[in-house]
């Protein structure tokens, strides 16, 4: 698969001598795009070839990869099950556009306390579930497991070595971990984190041995659900001159990371970055939701 490749002109990266790419992954799909395409890959190859017929994951009110996992579920024949952070979801749904879109799709919802969705991990919650819908082939939250992580290997490419630094967002870690064990030696794997502190190190680390990598924790905006003018500013600003859309969750906050960083002078004159766009845009519409409502700008879609 030939995902493009965008060079970046703006007149910082010319004040800095620093050259910025992006790898447009948000291409890949209309409804699994980036880094969703690239995790539920290996896992659906999985599915299909142990005879499974029904999908189980979750997420949260506005996750991308719920609609994800509908339409791929749908695509391929599957029955698909969201288990949805949030029980007073259960009434409001549908006015949700990234749940609604979901069910469109076919997907069926359980409804969660978040105290409940904490465990969702945990032997005896999984063999519940089970006990409830049968037979089903579990994928994780944000779909990150020994699978995505091998799906998320394939974003980088070997001519992609002339790259110093990368970087992409970091939800679950999944992404990232991928990224890092596909990356060369002598590169320099920047994650920028949608979530206040520290405990995603623990989780990249159970994925890799590399130790080429940090995360930059310093510009989640507040978390998932967080946003201020600021954010919103730059990212319509950086549409309108580049052209390239981002979702105010995670690629939005990794921009601007980055080009805090470039005017901050972190990066020595002559790098060459490449940023991975992970998709997420649908994301936008329920953002929008949100600051029409807080009477803020909205995000150009």
């Given at each position: 698969?030939?995902?493009?490749?965008?060079?970046?002109?703006?007149?910082?990266?010319?004040?800095?001598?620093?050259?910025?790419?992006?790898?447009?992954?948000?291409?890949?799909?209309?409804?699994?795009?980036?880094?969703?395409?690239?995790?539920?890959?290996?896992?659906?190859?999985?599915?299909?070839?142990?005879?499974?017929?029904?999908?189980?994951?979750?997420?949260?009110?506005?996750?991308?990869?719920?609609?994800?996992?509908a339409f791929a579920g749908k695509q391929q024949g599957f029955k698909t099950i969201g288990i949805i952070r949030g029980e007073e979801l259960e009434f409001s749904w549908k006015t949700n556009p990234t749940l609604a879109n979901a069910s469109e799709l076919g997907m069926t919802f359980k409804f969660i306390s978040r105290d409940t969705y904490r465990k969702k991990d945990e032997p005896d919650f999984i063999d519940k579930l089970l006990e409830?819908?049968?037979?089903?082939?579990?994928?994780?939250?944000?779909?990150?497991?020994?699978?995505?992580?091998?799906?998320?290997?394939?974003?980088?490419?070997?001519?992609?070595?002339?790259?110093?630094?990368?970087?992409?967002?970091?939800?679950?870690?999944?992404?990232?971990?991928?990224?890092?064990?596909?990356?060369?030696?002598?590169?320099?794997?920047?994650?920028?984190?949608?979530?206040?502190?520290?405990?995603?190190?623990?989780?990249?680390?159970?994925?890799?041995?590399?130790?080429?990598?940090?995360?930059?924790?310093?510009?989640?905006?507040?978390?998932?659900?967080?946003?201020?003018?600021?954010?919103?500013?730059?990212?319509?600003?950086?549409?309108?001159?580049?052209?390239?859309?981002?979702?105010?969750?995670?690629?939005?906050?990794?921009?601007?990371?980055?080009?805090?960083?470039?005017?901050?002078?972190?990066?020595?004159?002559?790098?060459?970055?490449?940023?991975?766009?992970?998709?997420?845009?649908?994301?936008?519409?329920?953002?929008?939701?949100?600051?029409?409502?807080?009477?803020?700008?909205?995000?150009?879609?």
């Open positions: 698969m030939i995902v493009p490749t965008q060079e970046i002109s703006l007149p910082l990266l010319k004040e800095h001598r620093v050259s910025l790419c992006v790898r447009r992954e948000d291409t890949i799909h209309p409804m699994i795009s980036g880094n969703k395409f690239r995790k539920l890959k290996y896992n659906l190859e999985k599915a299909k070839e142990e005879h499974y017929h029904t999908l189980i994951t979750f997420g949260g009110a506005y996750s991308n990869h719920i609609p994800a996992t409830t819908f049968g037979r089903s082939y579990i994928i994780p939250e944000g779909g990150t497991n020994d699978l995505a992580i091998r799906g998320c290997e394939e974003i980088l490419a070997a001519a992609d070595k002339e790259y110093e630094v990368v970087c992409c967002s970091v939800g679950t870690g999944g992404t990232i971990a991928g990224i890092i064990n596909a990356s060369a030696a002598h590169q320099q794997i920047l994650g920028f984190t949608a979530l206040k502190g520290e405990f995603l190190q623990k989780d990249i680390c159970k994925f890799t041995a590399k130790r080429n990598w940090e995360l930059c924790t310093a510009y989640h905006f507040g978390g998932y659900a967080k946003i201020l003018p600021e954010l919103i500013t730059f990212i319509n600003d950086f549409k309108k001159v580049t052209g390239i859309p981002l979702d105010p969750v995670y690629t939005g906050k990794m921009m601007y990371g980055i080009m805090d960083l470039i005017g901050k002078g972190y990066f020595e004159p002559g790098t060459k970055i490449l940023a991975i766009h992970t998709g997420g845009l649908q994301g936008i519409r329920g953002m929008n939701q949100y600051l029409s409502k807080k009477k803020l700008p909205l995000i150009t879609i």
